[in-house]
């Protein structure tokens, strides 16, 4: 998806872009747009977006806390990771905010869906494309030393 086309979305009631054209799963065309999003607003429009990426980031947020199943945060994290990776970290309270809420859903997912006993992830979860997004999102991270490698072993 292009900037333009991104910027001509429309928006929902609460402020975030409307992507229900995209196809059914609204977390994992994310995916798809805040990224490129966000490396425009760093690279071409000097940050001036950033407030309404923000804006939009704490209502996806509260989103996928109200509608908490292991896909949708398997990719609303594959998303923020995206928007991390683009988003100035020199602009450091936006940076931390964005880290934040990635780590907190990370340990939200791990904290229901992984059973330390057994160290697998619960049977549902298991074999799933879902697993794989959330495992792959966390290595990254972990490789980006926004997570601590040896804490995320069991998506390795």
Same mark, same amino acid.
């Given at each position: 998806m292009t900037v333009e086309q991104i910027k001509a979305l429309p928006r929902t009631e609460e402020g975030i872009f409307d992507?229900?054209?995209? #196809?059914? @799963? $609204?977390? !994992?065309?994310?995916?798809?747009?805040? $990224?490129?999003?966000?490396?425009?607003?760093? /690279?071409? @429009?000097? !940050?001036? #977006?950033? $407030?309404?990426?923000? &804006?939009?980031?704490?209502?996806?947020? /509260?989103?996928?806390?109200?509608?908490?199943?292991?896909?949708? &945060?398997a990719n609303y994290i594959a998303m923020l990771y995206g928007t991390i990776e683009n988003v100035s970290p020199e602009i450091y309270e936006n940076y931390k905010e964005l880290v934040d809420m990635f780590r907190l859903t990370v340990k939200k997912v791990l904290a229901e869906y992984y059973e330390v006993e057994t160290e697998s992830f619960v049977p549902e979860v298991k074999k799933t494309a879902a697993l794989v997004v959330f495992c792959v999102t966390v290595k990254k991270a972990c490789e980006s030393y926004l997570l601590l490698a040896e804490k995320y072993r069991m998506c390795f």
């Open positions: 992507l229900s054209s995209m #196809g059914s @799963n $609204p977390y !994992k065309n994310a995916c798809d747009v805040y $990224p490129v999003y966000a490396a425009y607003e760093t /690279k071409e @429009n000097g !940050k001036a #977006g950033y $407030p309404d990426i923000m &804006a939009q980031m704490r209502l996806w947020n /509260k989103q996928v806390n109200e509608e908490f199943t292991f896909e949708n &945060a």
